[in-house]
C-alpha cells in the first residue's frame, strides 16, 4: 500500500502521526511524507531562506529515521490557501504522482489556519486528481483515496474513532520528532514549550484511551467514495 501524509510544515507529522508512519513502514508498505510550506518564517535567529535550509534538511532527516521518502510542496508559512489556484494544481499533481492508496493530513478546526487549509487542500485536490480533463501533465488517479485526519496538536477539540498502537514504534517518533532541532528551538522560544514532551505526553493519553502505553489517534472521512469497510491503519 502507498501512504501519503501531508501536514502543513516540518514537524506537523512526527508529532501527530510519526509512529503510525513508521508502523507502516515496518509493515512493508511505501510511506511519502509531505510538508506543505518551507517553514520558512519560525526563527528569531536566521533569515527566511536560511532557515527553510535548515528545516528542509531536518525533514528530510526525519523522514529516513522512518523509512519514509520526503517531499515538500514549497508554500510560504502562514499563506497556505485551499482557494489558491497554483496551490489546488500542485496539490492535485502531488497525488497524481505519489497514487496514494490512503492520504493522512490534518484535521479542520485546528490551531491555526495553515493546518485547516492543508486539510481542505487534501481533501478538494484529491477528489480533483482523478478527473482526467483535469490537465497538469500527470496522468488522472484512477481513485478517490481514503482520508485518514489525524489528531490535533496537543490533541484539543479532537476525539479518535479509531486508535494506532504506536509503543513499539515511540522511539523512532521521539526521533524523527527530535530531528527538527530548529523547531525545537523556535517552540521553546516563541511559545514556551517542550515539544517533544508534550508529543509524548499526548501520545501517553491516547494510549490510556484505547488501553496500550502509547498511541496516536484517527478519524476516517466517511464521505460518499472516501469510506471503506477495510482498515486501512496498522
Known sequence: MRVLAVGAHPDDLEILCGGTLARFVQD????VMCNATLGNRGSFEHTSEEIARIRLHEARRAAELAGATHVTLGFTDGEVDAGDDEQRTAVVELVREVRPDLIITHSTGDYMSDHDETSKLIFDCSFHAT?????TGRP?????TPIYFMDTVMGLGFHPAE?????????TKVAMLEAHASQLTWLRDHDGIDVVEQMRAVTRFRGLQCRVQYAEGFTPCLTWLRATARRLLP
Not at 512493508?28 to 510511506?31: A, R, Y
Request: net charge negative; glycine share 4%.
Open 140 to 144: 488522472h488517479h484512477d481513485t478517490v
Open 131 to 135: 478527473l482526467p480533463l483535469l490537465e
Open 28 to 31: 512493508g508498505h511505501e510511506v
Open 163 to 171: 486508535y494506532v498502537d504506536v509503543t513499539s514504534t515511540i522511539e
